[in-house]
């Protein structure tokens, strides 16, 4: 059992919710905004009302998480804005996780964010991870394929597998 924190807790986020809390796992969810913290605790998850923009209002949801999910490949605002948020904002966030109890890190590498926004993403998580030894994994499927549930959820069983010896 781990504690797991989903970043941008959608739609997608809330459905990953319920799948990882089937299979033991508690979660905690964030949302920047105030009426859908309703619906991330209906979903079995802890809502926290957090801006991945705003990293100081992340930092009191990472207490005790074992691993970080990153659902933000298909968030909205102007485009410097997302590229922001995959890029300088991304890379603080993550030096901020690999200094907690982070154990593993999930980033959504597909959605409606231009694919070489979340490619910079991408490499920036694998950057940082590999300094710091911290297992990660992409989310590859698309958002609205069938396919997308299974491969977040075995995305999160990745991080959690214990290294080979």
Sequence with gaps: MARVLIIGCGCRGRRLA?????????????TRRPERLAAIEAAGAEAVL???????????ALDHVTVAVLLL??????????SALHGPRLEALLVKLLDTTIRGVV????????DEVLAAGAAT????CSVSMIPRALIE???DEPSWLPAAAAAVDQVLEPPLK
């Design 107 to 114: 980033y959504e590498a597909a959605g409606s964010i231009p």
């Design 73 to 82: 490949g298909s968030a909205t605002g102007e485009p410097a804005q997302l």
């Design 50 to 60: 957090a801006d991945p923009d705003r990293l100081a209002t992340l930092v009191a």
């Design 18 to 30: 319920v799948e990882l809390r089937e299979r033991g796992h508690v979660i905690r969810g964030t």
């Design 141 to 143: 499927a698309e958002p």
């Design 125 to 128: 998580l694998q950057r940082l």
